[in-house]
């Protein structure tokens, strides 16, 4: 059984940019969840996706937005890049709703402002 | 704010040992916990998961409950150097859908 995977594996972008990544779950799966893990801090949670609908999302900017498509498969848009967004992004996966659902991580993809 | 605590180390430990990584959370009304291994570099992965009192074995893992006092570890018997990453305990947001992680414990098992 394939795991969630994620593209691409690194993004360099510049400040202003937009960046985008996409997210597949896996197989059944139909909760997709976006953290951010930037250098020296823990898992930030961003976003929760289930059912094509935006459950939840967590204290960042608007300028964090993403969707989910019929397929179940995600994309995480961030506008007007900072210096700061410099983070690996991870995608996870659940069965069904609820946070009592083991989450399973992709590789992530490690994105870079210059 | 819900919060999740652990003890950042390094815990260093010698090969064979038992290692034990400790983790208190905030919220009384947490039902579901899970422990993660993130090897540097790379992504979590999901090790073990806990939602009732008391011990769970999977292996050479242990994880230990105690809803009381709010408190939640695992135990790593025979620890290998390539158990050696850093342990993230996380703790069910409820309602809101996320895990809360803590900041995760490094450990360092030398051969």
């Known amino acids: 059984e394939a795991g969630v995977t994620q593209s691409p594996t690194h993004l360099i972008k510049t400040r202003g940019q937009q960046a985008t990544l996409r997210c597949s779950p896996i197989?059944?799966?139909?909760?997709v969840y976006w953290y951010q893990q930037a250098l020296g801090l823990g898992l930030q949670f961003l976003l929760w996706?289930?059912?094509?609908?935006e459950r939840n999302r967590g204290n960042f900017p608007p300028r964090f937005s993403g969707r989910q498509f019929p397929n179940y498969s995600s994309e995480l848009n961030v506008n007007a890049l900072e210096l700061e967004d410099s983070a690996l992004y991870l995608c996870?996966?659940?069965w069904g709703t609820g946070s009592n659902q083991p989450q399973h991580f992709g590789d992530g993809t490690r994105l870079s402002i210059l | 704010q819900k919060e999740v605590e652990q003890n950042s180390g390094p815990l260093s430990v010698p090969e064979g040992a038992i290692a034990s990584l400790n983790c208190t959370y905030s919220?009384?009304?947490?039902?579901?916990f899970f422990w993660y291994r993130q090897y540097s570099g790379k992504s979590p992965e999901l090790i073990m998961f806990?939602?009732?009192?008391g011990d769970k074995e999977d292996g050479r893992f242990t994880a230990q409950l105690n809803k009381a006092s709010q408190y939640v570890s695992l135990l790593i018997r025979d620890s290998q150097p390539s158990d050696s990453a850093t342990y993230l305990c996380?703790?069910?947001?409820?309602?809101?859908?996320?895990?809360?992680f803590g900041k995760g414990t490094k450990l360092s098992v030398k051969p």
């Open positions: 996870a996966s659940s």
């Open positions: 919220d009384r009304g947490s039902q579901s």
């Open positions: 806990i939602y009732s009192n």
């Open positions: 996380a703790v069910e947001g409820g309602s809101q859908g996320n895990l809360i």
């Open positions: 197989s059944g799966h139909t909760s």
């Open positions: 996706y289930d059912e094509g609908e």
